[in-house]
């Protein structure tokens, strides 16, 4: 393992803590989701510092232990982690930070809200939701966090941080 994925690792790491920690003051309840608007900021930065593998898998670690902790659903799941995806994949081909935003926007409020339906009706056994019912709840959540994302990222000293973890 060289340097630079040590670094990218830890930074991940961290910012899984950050979600754990914070998630039982910051989400709640939505339908039969359980939203959490600071997951998509933590998307947003991860795509941005380390790409768009590590941001998926920090999206993943903190989905499974939010749900192991009771404030999470597997509806966390689909959106987060497709979310952070291309979040990191816009952020590499546009080299924007409003890449990233687009990403974890459409990943997440729309592609992620789609894919959560049939999650729901099979998992928690939930026919009664109508299949758009979670993009509505999923894209006021993810714009949020999204953008407070990209706030972040212009006024605090992320692009050094980001250049830091690629030496």
Not at 41 to 66: E, H, K, P, Q
Not at 87 to 104: D, H, M, N, P, Q
Not at 134 to 146: E, S, Y
Request: aromatic share 12%; glycine share 12%; net charge positive.
């Amino acid at each position: 393992m060289n340097n630079v994925e040590l670094k990218k690792m830890t930074a991940t790491a961290i910012f899984i803590a950050i979600g754990v920690i914070l998630a039982p003051f910051v989400s709640f309840p939505f339908g039969g989701a359980r939203v959490f608007p600071l997951q998509h900021l933590i998307n947003v930065l991860l795509a941005v510092l380390v790409g768009w593998r590590y941001s998926t898998a920090g999206a993943f670690c903190i989905s499974s232990i939010r749900m192991a902790m009771g404030v999470g659903t597997v509806l966390a799941y689909p959106g987060s982690m497709i979310g952070a995806a291309l979040a990191g994949i816009l952020y590499k081909r546009t080299g924007s930070i409003w890449g990233a935003v687009v990403g974890e926007i459409v990943g997440t409020g729309l592609l992620g809200g789609l894919i959560a339906y049939p999650v729901a009706a099979y998992v928690l056994d939930s026919k009664a939701v109508a299949l758009w019912f979670f993009i509505v709840a999923f894209l006021p959540n993810t714009c949020l966090g999204a953008a407070c994302g990209a706030l972040l990222y212009r006024f605090l000293p992320v692009r050094k941080l980001a250049g830091q973890l690629e030496k």
